[in-house]
């Protein structure tokens, strides 16, 4: 692909878009600031002295959002119609993610990056006083639509921990329980499932469990398929088997996608189908950590 920001002696230029047709235009990025757990306890109860951090930097991100062709020399001026900044809080992490919208000629990507980088670095600002160690890591583009390129999805790496379940018994629906323990060479404490072998930890994503509701089965709870932890935001069966991540304070490795569903078996008795057999994986758990609900799932490059 060529680049298009150099004219003809080889100098940079902004592209000239006038012919390109308005198409709606979305784009969401993210960023992670990692800071001691000290200073994220003191945000969520307004400790620090100048302000409600997260909401300044929600502002701050938005105007970062609309300023971002004054810093960026090749941008363009764009008409947002808008923007939109939220947070997830892990134990010493703060997750941002910016979603930009506009009607034009040019896509959003750099705005959603901008405002993510301009919330991060105000984090930054108004928490140094008490922790200059903070990082800012993980800055990149999880989506965009429109335009003549259409969809992009970013690689899937990192996910969201949304109910931890045990039973007591196999072959049964389990129960949330908030926050787990994960033992080496045993799994989750107190479910029926851990033990010393391949298949310690269950895991199926709620995009899979949503697909179930869809087909008429809309009382679907976290827990009902007996997976021990329930995800969003990766698709789970296209992980490779193998694969390592952390997820809480605990280290994980991808032993099996899917699995063989017994004929008749209780969850498929009592939910009606079963989807753990084609998009369920299973894991064992390299590392002890706790995991609760919120916690971040990171895949690790090796």
């Known amino acids: 692909m060529d680049l298009t920001h150099f004219n003809e002696s080889g100098r940079a230029k902004m592209v000239n878009v006038g012919e390109k047709e308005d198409t709606k235009r979305v784009a969401t990025a993210t960023c992670t600031v990692i800071m001691k757990k000290e200073t994220l306890d003191r945000i969520k109860i307004g400790q620090i002295k100048k302000g409600d951090v997260l909401a300044v930097a929600q502002v701050a991100g938005i105007m970062g959002a609309k300023n971002t062709s004054q810093t960026i020399p090749m941008c363009h001026n764009i008409f947002i119609t808008g923007v939109d900044i939220e947070f997830e809080l892990g134990e010493n992490t703060v997750d941002i993610f910016a979603t930009v919208k506009t009607t034009g000629k040019t896509g959003v990507e750099m705005e959603a990056l901008n405002a993510c980088s301009t919330t991060a670095l105000t984090i930054y600002d108004m928490c140094k006083a ?26 899937n790496k990192q996910g969201t921990v949304i109910d931890v379940n045990i039973s007591e018994t196999k072959g049964v629906i389990k129960t949330p329980i908030g926050i787990g323990t994960l033992k080496v060479d045993h799994g989750l404490v107190g479910d ?56 809480g304070t605990a280290v994980l490795e991808v032993t099996q996608i899917g699995k063989k569903c017994h004929k008749g078996c209780a969850i498929k008795q009592q939910v009606g189908n079963c989807i753990m057999p084609t998009e369920g994986i299973f894991a064992k758990v390299l590392k002890d950590g706790e995991v609760k609900k919120g916690d971040k799932i990171r895949l690790i490059e090796i």
């Not at 993980?138 to 970013?154: D, H, I, P, Q, T």
């Not at 310690?200 to 008429?216: D, H, P, R």
């Open 192 to 247: 029926a499932h851990a033990g010393d072998w391949h298949r310690q930890i269950s895991l199926l994503a709620e995009e899979s469990i949503e697909k179930m509701k869809a087909m008429g089965l809309p009382d679907l709870k976290d827990g009902d398929f007996a997976e021990n932890i329930t995800t969003r935001g990766l698709v789970l069966h296209e992980i490779p088997v193998g694969t390592v991540f952390t997820m």
């Open 130 to 155: 008490i922790d200059r160690g903070m990082e800012v890591s993980n800055l990149r583009l999880l989506e965009k639509e429109g335009g003549k390129s259409g969809r992009f999805v970013a690689e």
